[in-house]
């Protein structure tokens, strides 16, 4: 067995891991970086970049349908080429990839192929596929744990690659079905479902709360529950599954998620490679009133969660324990040190409040490695985290909802105005809506901001700034948001606030 050591070694390459190795490298410290799979890890080769290319896509789809519909553009959508979707796809995976492993390259960084354990706080032992034999590393300056998460399953629903699916493998799986119902109707679910029934496919969104993205303020639930239904996608919230099973090919009359009803994007053409090749699933869902549900559809798609991944890692060897959800937790939040001195964690091995999002992943990935290089970088502020879901309509969130903001002794103001009241809301014609929760008055302190609508994923960072520097809805009323854009419903709200609605009044 060699033996190695170095400065810092961190365990995973996802976006937790691959950013404290770019940093930390940058910073002057050597760096070994143990990834068993890609670089890059889930959000780059099965969620984020892949999702949100398909999305993409989806849009695009939804945009022909519009352009005859609403516009007067007599455009049709002849077919869906399956495999020339998934080339671009892949090809944008495939750069981004090659993209990431030239940065560490270029930064010094030492990747390691193989599977890591703990041999000792911070001992790693990689076993190396291949005749590459097993190799140890010894870190002199600190462990970074960043192993990632998988999706949750539930008994009796293994994922087959086809008929029944999980987040990871969705978009991997064969042709476009007809039929898709969705377990979970968090931000994963909703997306998914959006993407669905803009190919064509009816759809079923079963959520055991009593409404979608439970998480974000029960505004944005309405909003999107709203803009889904009228697309032609069944709702179903407050709903569980009782069982559901794979099946022989769906009969013709069988009840089919959304059956009969026609959305945006929705054209009735052909597409190459489209449905599963016979067989599909049967569920037996439980709505909230009424008699239990008989569902059938070509694909259930599971996306209730996901579990920190840590098996095998054997997390004792160093002294460590995970919470009962198998959470590594950090003995300090504002360097994410466990309680073994050295050892830190990133990404989705946090529990809350980490959000478990790429995008707060790089952040930690920064505090950590700043803090190994012997520099004092500011903690992460999760409350300032923004929060997106890229379904049609998107939805964006910062800060603390009304209710939130309430049963956290707030006294709070708030004032709600609908895309729609804008020029731009009205050539979009999607509706939506922004939401601003602040302490009362002018000066009061900003404590949410909510969007609904196209686009606003590019408009939250806005909201972002106000909430992380304590601003208030006087503070952002006297900057001049640009006529016509979307952005403008959000300054028009601020102005309203602050007591100078011009378009809008308290």
Known sequence: MSGNSTDVIVIGGGTGGYSTALRAAHLGLGVTLVERDLVGGTCLHRGCVPSKAMLHAAELVDGVAEARERWGVKATLDSVDWSALVATRDDIVSRNHKGVEGQLSAAGVTVVRGTATLAGPRTVRVDVPGAGGTELWTARRGLVLATGSRPRTLPGLEPTGEHLVTSDDALFAPGLPRSVLVLGGGAIGVEYASFHRSMGAE????EAAERLLPLEDA????????????RGITVLTGARLLDAHLTGAPPADAHRSGAGQTGAGQTGAGQTGAGAPG????????????????????????????????????LAAAGLTTD?????????????????????????????????????SFAEGLVVAETLAGLAPRPV??????????????????????????????????????LTATAKGMVH??????????????????????????HVSEMISE?????????SPADIAQHIHPHPTLSEAVGETFLTLAGRGLHQHA
């Open 381 to 418: 502020d999760y409350a300032a985290v923004p929060r997106v879901t890229y379904s049609s309509p998107q939805t964006a969130s910062v800060g603390l909802s009304e209710a939130a903001a309430k049963d956290a002794g707030h006294e709070v103001a708030v004032n709600m105005l609908p």
């Open 324 to 360: 009962e959800r198998g959470h590594v937790p950090p003995a300090d939040w504002a360097t994410l040190e466990t309680a073994v001195p050295g050892v830190y964690v990133v990404g989705d091995l946090l529990p809350p409040p980490s959000l478990g999002l790429a995008h707060a």
């Open 463 to 471: 909201s972002q700034l106000a909430v992380a520097w304590d601003a």
């Open 429 to 454: 014609g999607q509706g939506g809506m922004v939401k601003v929760v602040a302490e009362p008055g002018p000066d009061g302190r900003v404590l949410g901001v909510h969007l609904v609508g196209p």
């Open 203 to 206: 759809v079923t969104l079963v």
């Open 219 to 230: 505004d944005v639930s309405r909003q999107l529950t709203r803009a889904l239904k009228k």
């Open 279 to 314: 067989g599909g699933v049967a569920a037996r869902v439980q709505p909230a009133r009424g008699d239990a549900m008989l569902i059938t559809a070509e694909r259930l798609l599971v996306a209730v969660g996901r579990v920190p991944v840590t098996d095998g890692l054997n």
